[in-house]
């Protein structure tokens, strides 16, 4: 059975830093393509970055250069390291998993963590 728990969100303030994990069981991240997602309250689901199964990442242009990806194997675990916080990046934060090489759109994720909420204050 897969699980993906997300854990790391919290409040803070522009400008500060956090980190989101996502530790997987039934499933062996290195594997699969591992997705992260956010839903801020009424907009829709949005891409965020993924690290693909070969390593390479991708990110959407509302978070490049302040966003990463990894992953570490040993723990089965993947993160989202989220720098330079802005109140727009305010919600709830979901991983992914897919088997698509290349997953950017939420269809091509077959698993989904519970989410964590990252609330940034002015």
């Known amino acids: 059975q897969v699980q993906l728990v997300d854990s790391g969100g919290g409040l803070v303030q522009a400008g500060d830093s956090l980190r989101l994990s996502c530790a997987a069981s039934?499933?062996?991240?290195?594997?699969?393509?591992m997705g992260w997602f956010r839903q801020a309250p009424g907009k829709e689901r949005e891409f965020v970055g993924l690290?693909?199964?070969?390593?390479?990442?991708y990110y959407a242009d509302s978070v490049k250069g302040r966003f990463t990806v990894s992953r570490d194997n040993a723990k089965n675990t993947v993160y989202l390291q989220m720098n330079s916080l802005k109140p727009e990046d305010t919600a709830v934060y979901y991983c992914a998993a897919s088997d698509t090489v290349r997953p950017r759109a939420e269809i091509d994720y077959d698993y989904w963590g519970q989410g964590t909420q990252v609330t940034v204050s002015s």
């Open positions: 039934g499933l062996t991240v290195s594997k699969y393509g």
């Open positions: 690290i693909a199964w070969l390593g390479e990442t």
